[in-house]
């Protein structure tokens, strides 16, 4: 399970053997079963993962009991509730797995110690926290100014290989579409 | 114009006398008037900015002529188009003043020195790219999941010095709704 992620961070970054041995001492390998929670709404994340393979789901569920898909996450891919584990506080958000999945997951103080001792950890880290942060700009700005057809060509484009894995209502879920009207759009596209 | 962005910093930070001079050696004061832009979608940003009066805008307009509110930026806060200042690229956005602003600009290489050269700041930047994430993070949330009476009462609270100073139309247009959901909403909220 740690190879897929040595092989990930040794493409991205220039971190030692002996950096990338720590790094290994501090992880905790997990196998996460179809539907099996990672972490629930109300509970303190306390854990930064690394998804090795499978696809988890960070999803919200409103008072009617409707999901929103904040995020998917697939193999070679990082997730957490970033508020949630920074700060110590319950998280909004679920975390749970779409897939059978294999996760590696640090705990904030074992995360700490290598973000504060090993800096090409540190950089990567922070290109990182940058590189989603345009993501989530990006998504905004879809939301807000996308039809829905816009929207589910761009999620086909951007996420091939998840639209592949996920029912439709899911995909709808994320795009903040309607399943009736994504049904509509995918029907016109297949007959078009 | 720069009185303000010192006392805004001095209250965040614990930067020094000749931290703060070199910093101020640096910025470029600009008068921005009502409807000027900042910056046009295709150019580079080429600054990373503080509101230290007025308010302005960022926002995309569509080939429909449709326009659409990434960000309001009223005064005691920071703009830019991150993606287009980090990597050079042109921006997507467009950005201009909704009043009469007064702005402090520093260039990416003036700001690079500064970052690099001012632990204080450094740490400041990046902790405010950690809080911008959640914010957007939770605004993915809000407009995917929330409706349109959700999503103004939301808008209110969180940004009231914002709501008391801009037109309805861009209001909606921030937050992705029709201006005509959105003036049924606050008539239906006037009257109740």
Known sequence: MFAEFETFIRERTDLSDADIEVIRSLAIEKIVRKKESLLHAGE???????????L????????DGSDYILQFSPENSWTTDPESFDKLIPSVCNID????S?????TKEDF???FANIPGLKAYTQKLIVQNM???RQRVLSVISSTPEEKYD????NYPNVFARVPLHMVASYLGVSTKTLSRIRHAQLVR
Do not use: P
């Open 154 to 157: 761009e999620f086909i484009k």
């Open 112 to 114: 700490n110690y290598l």
């Open 134 to 136: 345009y993501v989530v």
């Open 102 to 106: 294999e996760v590696i997951m640090w």
């Open 44 to 54: 303190v994340c306390r854990y930064k993962m690394f998804v090795s393979k499978g």
């Open 56 to 63: 988890l789901r960070t999803f919200c569920t409103k008072e």
């Open 97 to 100: 797995a779409l897939e059978y």
